[in-house]
């Protein structure tokens, strides 16, 4: 076991020197228990910044996506939304419903919405609903204003509440003014990493800054369906809807499939971004700038992987490397 585990950190630490990445941290639960944790390199990439440690907390980019999700199956859960089927056009009546078309939630939470913007910030459609998988940041536009006019809050103030304070979560949150803790995101390598807090805490923004304990936390609640410590924190449902395939079952069968926005392994697929060598049932979120939160409930384990560089990998190989890690990680415990 201690040389697959070097095997893990081996692969982490090559990804970061490759992709000039400043930071990486790394942290697997098994069994409840937190194994293993790695951290290594400083803030940003200059002299003066602070070494990586167990409390730097990085920017998750679209692994945000996780955290809204569960909002959904909230709203699910207690009827807010009546099915995943439901249209589109009844709950953003101020978008043309030509535009929207036969769209519902179920395209939006499973990126087959077919829906993008123009550089004028207006709704365009590329493809009709349900007929191809395509990552777009509409719609998490379009579920961020949902979930804050169905509760009356925004969906990080909706976690806080239900998810966040009584797990005792305080590393976990979308930040608008800069602190020693939060990691700078590397986006040329020539130049200093850059502050990538927002402007608002409502999670329009991608600002949500976690750190790895925690975002490796976040995942062992999916996990356990729920439960942490003896307490049902989340209702199993919730959580068993939030990590079931949601994927229209017309699509393409080299497509991902989704949960409310979770990658889900039923088998294996050509343009998912989890390997081959991954058991069926796992799920697994990531963004742009590096971080993989991966969950393979055959294993019980959790694995949360954190970098601070803006596109990994280069546009050819970045599915290579996604479904690399979590092969290796699946390999660990076979």
Not at 313 to 334: A, M, P, Q, R
């Amino acid at each position: 076991m201690i040389s697959n585990y070097d095997n893990m950190l081996s692969w982490v630490e090559a990804i970061k020197e490759k992709n000039n990445s400043s930071a990486a941290a790394l942290t697997v639960i098994k069994d409840n228990e937190i194994v293993l944790e790695h951290y290594s390199g400083s803030h940003s990439n200059t002299e003066s910044s602070l070494p990586v440690n167990d409390k730097s907390r990085f920017n998750v980019a679209s692994a945000r996506k996780s955290y809204l999700g569960l909002c959904i199956a909230f709203a699910l859960y207690e009827g807010k939304i009546h099915s995943l089927d439901d249209y589109a056009s009844e709950y953003f009546k101020d978008i043309n419903p030509y535009i929207l078309k036969d769209t519902t939630i179920r395209h939006l939470v499973t990126h087959t919405h077919g829906l993008d913007e123009n550089s004028e910030g207006e709704i365009i459609r590329e493809f009709n609903p349900g007929e191809k998988w395509a990552y777009r940041g509409i719609n998490i536009k379009l579920i961020t204003q949902l979930i804050h006019k169905i509760f009356g809050l925004s969906f990080p103030e909706l976690l806080y509440q239900k998810v966040f304070l009584p797990m005792g979560m305080r590393e976990t949150w979308w930040e608008s003014k800069d602190s020693d803790e939060l990691v700078k995101v590397i986006i040329d390598p020539n130049k200093s990493g850059e502050d990538t807090t927002g402007s608002t805490e409502d999670g329009m923004e991608s600002n949500l800054f976690v750190s790895a304990r925690e975002f490796a936390l976040w995942g062992n609640l999916f996990l356990n369906k729920g439960e942490i410590n003896g307490k049902q924190i989340v209702p199993k449902e919730v959580i068993e809807l939030a990590i079931s395939i949601h994927t229209p079952d017309r699509l393409a069968k080299e497509y991902p499939r989704n949960g409310m926005f979770w990658f889900v392994q039923d088998i294996p697929r050509e343009l998912s971004e989890l390997g081959e060598r991954v058991s069926s049932g796992s799920f697994q979120i990531l963004g742009i700038t590096g971080p993989t939160l991966l969950v393979i409930p055959k294993y019980n384990v959790v694995v949360a992987k954190m970098y601070n560089k803006r596109y990994n990998y280069g546009n050819e190989d970045y599915l290579y490397y996604l479904k690399e890690f979590s092969n290796i990680v699946s390999d660990t415990y076979k």
